[in-house]
């Protein structure tokens, strides 16, 4: 394959990573306008993730029931994506949030691509360009302005569990890249969900919720809408397809730069939050959004065009 070749690849995985997190921002408005009409933080996660295993499990297993075989040896890979990848991250953010304000919770767990640039380096022993760290330290700084870290910077041990989400956040993308290289994204996905489910269940159980408020109206850009309406929309749009899409990208495109890209998530749900929830940036936010995507942009340009050769070993399973 040709240089070309590669690049048309790396360029097409790139996409995939950002159509990833763009439909994992929007589950932040969906979520929000589900929470406003009375369900808590968790018990959306739960229902969220036990909706996207029943819409998708089902789906793989008709259309594509190979996608679900897997070796007894990928157990440990499979429970590691799914209580870290999937319950970890989300279960540990909302612990953060209840302690914390949001902005502080979200500059812990978007530490999470120095994280994995710290396991590239230390336990790969693959050395990054000096290019690699700046930009991941524009990315932070920059999200601390969009996220107004200075507005409340209080910690406490349960409010450092964002840190935690981190480390679960960069599991995801390594335990990803690793999966992505020798699996189905379909059955990897479904696998990831069922167990993070489970996890998810055994702290708030998706059928302890009273069922009226299923029916409650949720409002999105002025329009009511039932809240199990936006309950799917966020099962799918804000679940299952950016599994799926994250997956396909890190099957081509490294764990160190993919991670990076998670800097799109937060501005993609500052602009839905200002266009669903009236919710607008200011003079800071904006700059700060500016600093991130410099940061970003850095970050992909400095990256070789490692693992862009990869044989697609999930064709022949």
């Known amino acids: 394959m040709g240089r070309t070749g ?4 790396r ?14 921002a929007s589950s932040g408005s969906l979520a929000k306008a589900v929470m406003v009409t009375g369900w808590s933080a968790a018990t959306v996660t739960s229902v969220r993730i036990t909706l996207a295993v029943a819409l998708l499990v089902p789906v793989v ?6 996608a ?11 429970l590691g994506y799914g ?31 120095a994280l994995v640039a710290l396991w590239v380096r230390i336990v790969r022993r693959t050395r990054l360009a000096g290019r690699v760290w700046l930009g991941i330290g524009l990315a932070v700084v920059g999200l601390a302005f969009v996220a107004q870290l200075w507005q409340g910077a209080r910690l406490d041990l349960l409010g450092i569990a964002g840190l935690g989400s981190a480390i679960c956040s960069a599991g995801y993308f390594l335990l990803g890249e690793h999966g992505a290289s020798k699996h189905d994204p379909l059955g990897l996905t479904a696998a990831g969900l069922a167990i993070g489910a489970v996890v998810v269940g055994l702290f708030t159980p998706p059928w302890s919720l009273p069922s009226q408020l299923l029916s409650a109206p949720a409002e999105l850009s ?13 099962a799918v749009v804000g679940t299952v397809l950016p599994y799926l899409a994250g997956l396909r990208a890190l099957r081509y495109l490294p764990s160190a730069p993919a991670s990076v890209l998670v800097v799109v998530e937060p501005l993609v749900a500052a602009v839905l939050a200002w266009l669903l929830l009236g919710q607008s940036l200011g ?35």
Not at 11 to 24: D, K, M, Q, V, Y
Not at 222 to 234: D, E, I, N, Q, S
Request: some cysteine; aromatic content about 8%.
């Open 6 to 9: 590669r690049v048309s690849i």
């Open 11 to 24: 360029t097409r995985s790139i996409g995939w990573c950002l159509i990833s997190w763009a439909l994992f």
């Open 61 to 66: 297993a008709l259309l594509r029931p190979r």
């Open 68 to 78: 679900l075989r897997f070796r007894p040896t990928d157990l440990w890979l499979l």
């Open 83 to 113: 209580v870290l990848g999937v319950a970890g991250v989300q279960l540990l953010f909302f612990v953060a949030v209840a302690r914390v304000p949001v902005g502080v919770a979200m500059v812990l767990v978007n530490l999470a691509p």
């Open 222 to 234: 002025g329009v009511r809408v039932p809240v199990w309406l936006v309950l799917l929309v966020l």
């Open 283 to 317: 003079p800071a936010q904006i700059a700060g959004a500016v600093i991130m995507l410099i940061g970003a942009m850095l970050v992909q340009l400095a990256m070789p065009e490692t693992a862009s050769t990869l044989p697609d070993r999930t064709q022949s399973r």
